[in-house]
């Protein structure tokens, strides 16, 4: 099955399952954001959006979000297989690189005693925040796609026992 068709199979309560387990991991992830923007409010400080992206933080968040994600695609299933595993897969690892390389910019960046290179913390911003929500996307999809995957399909289940079930009764000559 393609990975759109993985997708339209999907049943409300698979996106509902997959929402909130997201939400769960968001709010759950980004807890250290929250908490320190109300600790500087109560501090009296105005904390900014820098603040809180200006060392790479979003790139350790895109690589939380990824590994499951990474480890639900490459496990070995026979059956099923995942839909889209290398159309998934593959931006899900160049993401992962990419979280690393930026966060390990970071690191070298502020290397004691003195900082080695200078940092362009816009770029850091935006490509981490940005890679951000491409992880988010990702994660979500294939959540979702495993959820579908690995749901039994009852209406062929059915349809095989009846299948055996009839072939079985013409063999004991059930039918004339």
């Not at 959006?49 to 590994?67: C, D, K, Q």
Request: proline share 5%.
């Amino acid at each position: 099955m393609s990975v759109a068709n993985t997708v339209r199979a999907a049943r409300s309560s698979n996106w509902k399952d997959c929402g909130l387990s997201l939400a769960f991991n968001l709010i759950g992830a980004l807890t250290p954001v929250w908490f320190g923007w109300f600790l500087l409010r109560a501090f009296s400080r105005h904390p900014s959006v820098s603040n809180f992206t200006g060392h790479g933080e979003f790139a350790i968040y895109s690589a939380a979000l990824l590994s499951p994600g990474i480890y639900i695609i490459m496990k070995d299933e026979k059956y099923p297989a995942f839909p889209g595993k290398y159309l998934l897969g593959l931006p899900s690892l160049v993401a992962m690189i990419l979280a690393t390389g930026f966060f390990a910019a970071v690191t070298t960046a502020f290397l004691e005693p003195t900082p080695i290179l200078n940092l362009d913390q816009d770029f850091l911003v935006l490509g981490t925040v940005v890679l951000f929500c491409v992880s988010i996307v990702l994660a979500f999809t294939i959540t979702l796609i495993d959820a579908v995957r690995m749901q039994p399909d009852f209406v062929a289940m059915n349809n095989a026992r009846i299948a055996t079930l009839d072939s079985e009764f013409d063999k004991l000559g059930g039918r004339k």
